[in-house]
């Protein structure tokens, strides 16, 4: 069973933390949240808050050796939270050195480019964080899904059903019939 770590705070886009999660728990991986304190963490539901999330751990109990790849929602608030915790940046930096799928939708491709792992590739994100990721030397696209490696980001919520079927395909699981 692929073991996926997602790690958000308050603030995660909704939709990029619940249905990523839905469909990797659906196909047969084994998904575990952590975040920065224990608990819960509340999302933001497009213009307000929205549902509050248990949280299965700290990020001090994770390692990246413990997983097969990382899944980081957006939402403004959320990675610009966690792009100031050192842990954050040294977990995406240990995902890639290791070459495990590190996938990043909306403003979560900002982690990247603080872990200084985006210069010379592919990527994309919210449109206002695109100018940040070609400052970090990224190659920045405007397309639902890029994969480049074992980088895997994506715009925008209604780019979900293709980011997250590109993390499938990456950790060769076959997506859950509708």
Known sequence: MQRVLIIAT????QSELLEPKRLLEEAGADV???SLEPGTIRGWDRKDWGESVAVDCTIADVSAGDYDALLLPGGQMNPDILRMEHKVI???RAFDA???PVAA???APWLLAEADIIEGRSVTGWPSIRT???NAG???VDEEVVVDGNLITSRKPG???AFTGALLAALNIEEAEA
């Open 98 to 100: 290791a070459q495990k």
């Open 132 to 134: 940040d990721l070609a």
């Open 138 to 140: 990224a190659a920045v």
């Open 105 to 107: 939708i909306c403003h």
């Open 159 to 161: 780019d979900i059903p």
């Open 10 to 13: 308050d603030g995660f886009e």
């Open 90 to 92: 040294d977990l995406v």
């Open 32 to 34: 575990t949240l952590a």
